[in-house]
């Protein structure tokens, strides 16, 4: 298979000591219609996603929780999961690092990275988030604290088996330097930047103490520290059986999306992995932010975490996947709130998409006996900018854009509308105009199918498309202007997105 007809794209694997929140879902929503898009372009496409299960904080869970460590882990893997499938994610693996090939990988790996002399047996001694699952340095904490979980870490002194990241500095330097190993957005390239200026320090990647994790090979009274573990996902979860140089048709990853409190690891870790196994590094890391709810982070104990299947209950499935990617610049902070996040429904889906298909059909209805009328004008100029900046936000991973690109059509014809008062034409007047609206709504059904699938076949089905044919066509094909054949009946139905008061 052509590289450039591949795109390979994951997402970081969540942890299962507790449910999915807004934040796990905008990434995953946002890898799956990246992956569309690319579909879309004639691509084989291969989405990963999945669990991440070992370590202190599983094993902390699971006691507080009164269960043995893989049931909870079977239990909460099982939730996120079903979340993905209910958001109409589109993943070809699930990967699961209890999964036994993916273990069997890992020590296959670790025990290759030993003979290699890149692991030796030493002691360390660091802070210790078990939050994050980190060792931190002093720079890292505010008045002593890790700020992103609120708690002192735990010095930790003791014996171990530890990676010679520091080897990797370097190298890894100029490979971001270049964007050969490319980090967006500019912003996280350089923090990372002046992280490595700061020296990489060699790594424990084994506790003695921890049970719940994958033995070492090598010493099996240690278990493999999270991060090695977790990363490798990235390559078990083609199939990769930790041996062979054989990789899949997909690597390298084309992109892989995370959130900032794992990039420093992400951004040296996992690169320095790579290389020290002489496997090729992902082509382009996208970096977000993180959400809070009112200004104020989400918490179980404030009460204010916003839960996907909730939003799905509220907003219906498509809606949902609409509102977590346009409530914020994607890579950014985003604050949300169910005001806000109801406001934009309504003033995007119900009043705009939904309100103006539904107005365009009931007036085809009465003055074209729902027949789609003759055409005559070409394609309006303003589109080929659209259509240009629809490509470019998805090329730069600004998945926010191509949704403004969408609005920009529902707003001109329902500006058109208005100041042409099309309504108050007769038929024979108003054929040309009408042509002209059904076709922007084909257009928007096809841009907006990553973004919302579901709602994409309607409109089709709306317009009287035959949906199989449409979905045979690629994006190139799709957007010539005069898909829509005259003649053909319109099939008007209830609105698609019903206004929430």
Known sequence: MSKNKKFYITTPIYYVNDRPHVGHACTTI????????????GKKTFLLTGTDEHGTKIEKSAEKANKDPKQLCDENAEIFKKNWQDLNIGFNNFIRTTDDNHKKAVQAVLQNLFDKGFIFKGAYE?????????FKTKTDLIDGKCPDHQIKPELIKEETYIFKLSKFQDVLKGKIESNEFEIQPEERKNEVLGFLKQGLQDISISRKNVKWGIPLPFDETHTTYVWVDAFLNYLTGLGWDGKSQDLSEFWPPDLQLMSKDVLRVHSTIWPALLLALDIPLPKKFFVHGFFTVDGKKMSKSIGNVIAPEDMIERFGTDAT??????????GRDGDVSWQKLTEKYNADLANGIGNSLNRVLTMVEKKFDSVIPEKVSKQPEFLDAVFEKYKDGFEKTRINEPIE??????????QTIEELKIYSKTGEEA???FYVFLEMFRLVAWMSSPFMPQTSDKIFEQLGLNLEEEKQKTYEDAIKWGGLKPGIKIKKAEPLFPRIV
């Open 321 to 330: 996947r609409w509102l977590l990617l346009s409530c914020c610049v994607f």
């Open 431 to 433: 054929a040309d105009d």
């Open 30 to 41: 946002a890898a799956d219609i990246v992956a569309r898009y690319h579909k879309l372009f």
């Open 405 to 414: 690109n969408i609005l920009q059509i529902i707003k001109h014809i329902d």
């Open 126 to 134: 660091g802070l210790y988030c078990s939050g994050c699952e980190q």
